[in-house]
C-alpha cells in the first residue's frame, strides 16, 4: 500500500524550498529548446508549467500578504493565469508554445518569486503585524500547502506533458538516458505464474464504509466531506492488469470488437485510429514502448501505462469483469499495493455531499470540472513524494491517456 503522505504542518520555509528545488532539479536534464513546444491542447510546454507554479505564488500569496511587493512583469498575470477566471483573462491554452518570454526570463521570475517568498515566510512573529496579514495565520499557511501541493501536480505534469512531447519527435528523445520508471511493477505483476483475470481477487462484505479524506493534514477540496457510503459484496484484484495481458487483448481483437467499447469509445477507436496505449509501437512483430528513457522493448510483467477510460473499460469487459468504483477503491485500498499508475474508477467525477467551494480564485480549483470526467484513484510513478493519500481524487476526460495511467479489476 502507498502511505498517505502530504505537505502539512512544520516548517513552511523548508517545505517551500523543498518544493521549488524539485521542480528545478527536474529540468536539469533539458535543453532550452525543450522548454518550449507544445504539439497539443492538452499538453503544456514545460516553460509554462514552471512559470504557472511560480504565478500561483504571486498572484494568490505575494500580492495579498507582502506590502509593497513589486510584481516581476505585468504581462506574466496573462500569460500563466491557467483557468482562473475571477484573476483575469489569460492566453488561450493552445497558444502556450511563444518564443518570449525566454526560458532564461522564466528562471529569473522563479527566483525572484522565491526570494520574496523566503522574505515573507521567514518573518519574526513579531514583525508579521506588520504585514496585509500576519504570516502565522492560517490564511497564508493554508495558500502556501495549497501552492505547494499544486506544484506537486504541476510536477507531474511536467514529466508527463515532457514525454508526449518527446513522443512525437521523430528521433524519440529521451529525458534521461536509462531512466523508464514505466517498467517499475508490483509484487504480484513480477511472481511467477500470473494468475488470470488480473491477478487474485481480495473479496471483500457488504458495509456501510466512511469515503473522504479524515484528518488533520491537507488534502483537496473535493476529498469532502467525509460521508457514508453502502457497498454491496464485491472483490478486487491485488494488482494491476500487465503489459502481457493487454497484448493478449489486442491480439483478440479487441481494438476491433464492437461489443467491447462504450459508443463514445467506440466512436474515439474508430476516429483516432486507435489500435494499442499510447506509446506502443510494433517493431518487426515486437512490441516496444517509448519511455522516459527512449524506445525500449516492452516488459511484458509492468503494469499497462497510458490507457484511456475508454480502454480500461474495454479491457474489463473483454475479461467478463469490470473497474471498480472509486469508493470501493478507498474502501478497499489496503488489501494491495498501489502507486505504480492512476487507476480508472467506474466513477463519474462528481462532488460528494456537503462539498462547498471555497470563495475568490481558489474556489475554481476543482469544483467547476465536476462534469464529463472519470476519477481515477491512487498516484503513479511519476507523482513526487509527498504527494498521495488513499482520498486523493485525480479526474481525466474518458479519452486522456496521457498521463501514467493503468488498470485493476473487480468484479
Not at 142 to 159: D, I, R, T
Not at 229 to 235: E, G, H, I, M, W
Not at 320 to 327: D, K, S, V
Not at 346 to 365: H, I, M, R, W
Amino acid at each position: 500500500m502507498q502511505p498517505a503522505r502530504s505537505i502539512a504542518g512544520g516548517d513552511l520555509a523548508a517545505a517551500y524550498s523543498r518544493v521549488r528545488t524539485y521542480t528545478e532539479t527536474l529540468c536539469e536534464p533539458l535543453e532550452t529548446e525543450d522548454f518550449i513546444p507544445q504539439p497539443v491542447v492538452d499538453v503544456s510546454p514545460a516553460r509554462w508549467n514552471i512559470a504557472h507554479t511560480t504565478w500561483f505564488f504571486e498572484e494568490m500569496i505575494l500580492k495579498k500578504f507582502l506590502p509593497d511587493y513589486k510584481v516581476f512583469d505585468p504581462s506574466f498575470g496573462f500569460l500563466f493565469n491557467s483557468y482562473y477566471n475571477t484573476v483575469g483573462d489569460r492566453t488561450a491554452r493552445d497558444k502556450r508554445s511563444l518564443s518570449r518570454p525566454t526560458v532564461k526570463r522564466v528562471f529569473e521570475y522563479r527566483k525572484h518569486v522565491d526570494v520574496a517568498m523566503s522574505q515573507l515566510l521567514s518573518v519574526p512573529p513579531a514583525v508579521a503585524s506588520g504585514l496585509t496579514q500576519p504570516v502565522d495565520t492560517p490564511a497564508l499557511s493554508e495558500l502556501v500547502v495549497l501552492g505547494l501541493n499544486h506544484e506537486q501536480q504541476h510536477q507531474e505534469l511536467f514529466l508527463s506533458d515532457l514525454k508526449y512531447t518527446f513522443s512525437v519527435n521523430p528521433l524519440f528523445p529521451a529525458y534521461r538516458e536509462g531512466y523508464a520508471p514505466e517498467e517499475r511493477s508490483d509484487r504480484g505483476a513480477i511472481a511467477t505464474g500470473l494468475p488470470d483475470a488480473g491477478g487474485q481477487f481480495v473479496d471483500l462484505e457488504g458495509a456501510i464504509c466512511e469515503i473522504g479524506y479524515n484528518g488533520d493534514g491537507f488534502c483537496f477540496d473535493n476529498e469532502f466531506a467525509r460521508h457514508k457510503v453502502y457497498l454491496d459484496d464485491f472483490s478486487i484484484s491485488n494488482r494491476l492488469i500487465t503489459n502481457e495481458e493487454f497484448v493478449e487483448f489486442i491480439n483478440d481483437g479487441g481494438y476491433t470488437d464492437h461489443r467491447l467499447w462504450h459508443s463514445e469509445g467506440w466512436d474515439w477507436v474508430n476516429r483516432e485510429g486507435v489500435t494499442s496505449p499510447l506509446y506502443w509501437h510494433n517493431q518487426d512483430g515486437e512490441w516496444h514502448q517509448f519511455t522516459l528513457g527512449g524506445v525500449r522493448k516492452l516488459e511484458p510483467n509492468s503494469p499497462v501505462c497510458h490507457v484511456s477510460f475508454y480502454e480500461a473499460a474495454a479491457f474489463a469487459e473483454w475479461k467478463g469483469l469490470r473497474l471498480p468504483t472509486e469508493f470501493e477503491w478507498e474502501a478497499a485500498n489496503d488489501k494491495f499495493d498501489w502507486g505504480l499508475r492512476w487507476e480508472w474508477t467506474n466513477s463519474a467525477y462528481l462532488p460528494y455531499p456537503g462539498f462547498k467551494k471555497a470563495s475568490g480564485a481558489v474556489g475554481e480549483y476543482n469544483g467547476k470540472f465536476m462534469v464529463n470526467q472519470m476519477v481515477l484513484r491512487g498516484s503513479s510513478v511519476a507523482t513526487p513524494e509527498g504527494h498521495s493519500r488513499p482520498t486523493y481524487r485525480n479526474f481525466f476526460h474518458p479519452h486522456l491517456r496521457w498521463q501514467f495511467t493503468g488498470i485493476r479489476l473487480a468484479r
